[in-house]
């Protein structure tokens, strides 16, 4: 049976042709979403007034797609090193790959061995495809296991994200959903719906948090309208509402967006605390710092913190080699001292908030934070009332020259705007000429443009070229790649539309 004509009982094909489903089915997906029943609580074996301190490790895996196929075509990164072992660190192919499969051999593994894992899962839509592209089956087959077998859950948890992987400070506004909807879609598409609806976290990329009121307000407003209660977000990249650092990161945070009209949005956030030091997670750090931690107050309710942390789940030595030995290892600690039950023990997410809510915490308790540097906008604001947001951060940045509204990621070193107009510039140019292009097309209900071969293949140039690896390896090969997509997205919209 060919590829294209696969689908599962959800109605949604795997893919479309040689590409993946990004659109299309909205409703279906909406439907699930909005479901409001608790999806870890009726399954999770964990009991709050037992738990002292909890911990949660969250891996994070993506490899970009890149024009460098034999014959120029769209393929993944991950093919380019099998297909070219002997460039950079290219020969370490094989071991990425297994990377991206092995939890689907730990979790069953550990849960045999009377363990009570936990592990969160973050992987891009440019990933998941080109493990299709690959034919990897063996790698999709062990996630589909450990994703849609009831005996894995709650042990296993898949975070949301941008299916192209692009940084949210400097994607366009209209693309924000796309990015958002085109992963659900082809989650979906992988998974089923059932799995989708218990995605209910979102893990943005690079850990990228907006600042500029306009663009967090509207990134809020999609991932809610998108159906996600919460959010990942990292430490450095948030302030209290007063402008000092927070006080309490172990615990769940109302992240509040405020826009330049006066509107506001809260959300739910967790907090990864440190920098992204895959050593953190590779050595299992999470656990060795909950064991140093006891129950607090949160409103009238005394419950366990929880360190939470996230990082690449195959960069690195130490995620290559270290980690399966400390994932392991904690797991039979937490059996030996508790049955992984008592006393400090592993929690996902949105298991730990649905306890809290079960436990009688509101969200109106939990202290609000807001993205860095947006006291010092406000407070300048309330000094001058006659300026509009833009005309204060333009005024702020003369004055403090670090002040900037770029957002804050991982790394407070490197920017994602300065220095990459090549990028930028064709980047704004394609979300605009591909919007304009969608507006014009003809609507049949028999016949949905968003299902459309054309659209798709137009969306994905678009969203692709929004990846933040185009940025991150600096000028040169990669920036030449983004110039490459520009180049076919326009010509798709010129000669199918």
Sequence with gaps: MPAEALALAD?????????????????????VMSRNDA????????????????????????????????????????????????????????????????????????????????????????????????????????????????????????????????????TPIPDLKLHIRAWQHQFAALFGLEALARVRGFSPPEMHLPNHPDVLYAFIEALQACGYRWLLVQEHTVEALTGEPLKTPHLPHRLVARNSQGEVLEMTALIKTQGSDTKLVGQMQPFAEAKTLSQVSLGNVAVPPLV???????????????????????????????????????????????????????????????PIGQHRLWQHLEANSNETVESAIAALQRQEPAFHMEGGSWTSDRSWVTGYTNVLGPMERLSARFHQTMQQVEHSPSDPLERQYRYTNALIHSLLLQTSCFRYWGQGTWTEYAQEIYRRGDAILSHDF
């Design 11 to 31: 109605g949604i094909p795997i893919l479309q042709k040689d590409l993946p489903v990004l659109s299309g089915w909205d409703a279906e997906i909406d439907a």
């Design 39 to 170: 999806v870890f609580l009726p399954r999770t074996n964990l009991r709050l007034q037992d738990i002292s301190a909890g911990f949660a490790i969250a891996l994070h895996m993506h490899q970009p797609t890149i024009p460098a196929g034999a014959k120029g075509e769209l393929i993944n990164h991950l093919q380019y090193m099998f297909e070219h072992p002997y460039e950079g660190d290219n020969h370490n192919a094989g071991p990425f790959a297994y990377c991206y499969a092995r939890i689907g051999d730990f979790i069953p593994e550990l849960v045999e061995q009377g363990c009570n894992p936990r592990v969160m899962l973050d992987y891009s839509g440019t990933l998941l495809w080109g493990l299709q592209q690959m034919g990897r089956q063996d790698i999709l087959g062990k996630l589909r296991r450990i994703t849609t077998e009831p005996t894995y859950q709650p042990y296993v948890e898949w975070l949301g994200t941008f299916w192209g992987h692009a940084v949210v400070p400097s």
């Design 308 to 370: 939470t942390q996230i990082s690449d789940g195959e960069n690195g030595g130490v995620m290559m080699n270290e980690f399966p030995s400390a994932f392991k290892r904690a797991w039979h600690e937490t059996r030996q001292q508790g049955s992984g039950r008592v006393g400090t023990v592993g929690f996902n997410g949105t298991e730990y908030l649905e306890l809290l809510a079960a436990a009688g915490c509101q969200s109106a308790d939990w202290p609000q934070c807001q």
